[in-house]
Antibody, heavy 123, light 106 residues
Framework: EEQLVESGGGLVKTGGSLRLSCVAS????????MSWVRQAPGKGLEWVAH??????????EYAAPVKGRFTVSRDDSKNTLYLQMNSLKTEDTAVYFC??????????????WGQGAQVTVSS | EIVLTQSPVTLSLSPGERATLSCRAS??????LAWYRQKPGQAPRLLIS???DRATDVPARFSGSGSGTDFTLTINSLEPEDFAVYYC?????????FGPGTRVDV
């Protein structure tokens, strides 16, 4: 069964850094386009970042609230996706999900999600 | 940014009843709209993509319709696991955005 498993979440002070990992199992990550989506406590879903496959150039995109602070990357040899989060703010507190991005046409939907990693930023 | 509005905010129904959920976009998204179900403490699950295509292993009681700015998710004969929050999501224009959700409860 195809699965995504996140790790690396935790409690950090404002201004600090954290790196999330997302390991794929039962499928090869190298062909997949991937995203990070977050959900603040009691709130809805917010797309955070996206990376294409290396074959498609490894292009990255970011939501405005995180641009310049977060970096998405991938290590296909480890079947792993990363989200490096710097200069964290209290409003970054959320559960962070990694997800496969898929779709013909302009952008993508998300057919497979990880279970999520909790990130809490305190002042 | 395309804003998605979902109605109602909460839908109170009983098992076996039909649920009709709406999603409206601030501008046309063609048929580039998806629906997800999220149970408490779990990740969202894709139900419908491109307005009306059921995702893999999604039961036939789920159906989607619409195009342009107005979309509907219909759940025929609610099962206990269907009492959850439902989100719509557009992939027509940057950035991808989600609606605020509709809660279906008993």
């Amino acid at each position: 069964e195809e699965q995504l498993v996140e790790s690396g979440g935790g409690l950090v002070k404002t201004g600090g850094s954290l790196r999330l990992s997302c390991v794929a199992s039962a499928f090869t990550l190298s062909d997949a386009w991937m995203s990070w989506v977050r959900q603040a406590p009691g709130k809805g879903l917010e797309w955070v970042a996206h990376i294409t496959s290396k074959g498609a150039g490894g292009t990255t995109e970011y939501a405005a609230p995180v641009k310049g602070r977060f970096t998405v990357s991938r290590d296909d040899s480890k079947n792993t996706l990363y989200l490096q989060m710097n200069s964290l703010k209290t409003e970054d507190t959320a559960v962070y999900f990694c997800a496969i991005s898929r779709g013909r046409g302009p952008l993508y939907h998300f057919p497979l999600w990880g279970q999520g990693a909790q990130v809490t930023v305190s002042s | 940014e395309i804003v998605l509005t979902q109605s109602p905010v909460t839908l109170s129904l009983s098992p076996g009843e039909r649920a009709t959920l709406s999603c409206r976009a601030s501008q046309s998204v063609s048929t580039y709209l998806a629906w997800y179900r999220q149970k408490p403490g779990q990740a969202p699950r894709l139900l419908i993509s491109d307005a009306s295509d059921r995702a893999t292993d999604v039961p036939a009681r789920f159906s989607g319709s619409g195009s342009g700015t107005d979309f509907t998710l219909t759940i025929n004969s609610l099962e206990p696991e269907d009492f959850a929050v439902y989100y719509c999501q557009q992939r027509s224009d940057w950035p991808v955005t989600f609606g605020p959700g509709t809660r279906v409860d008993v």
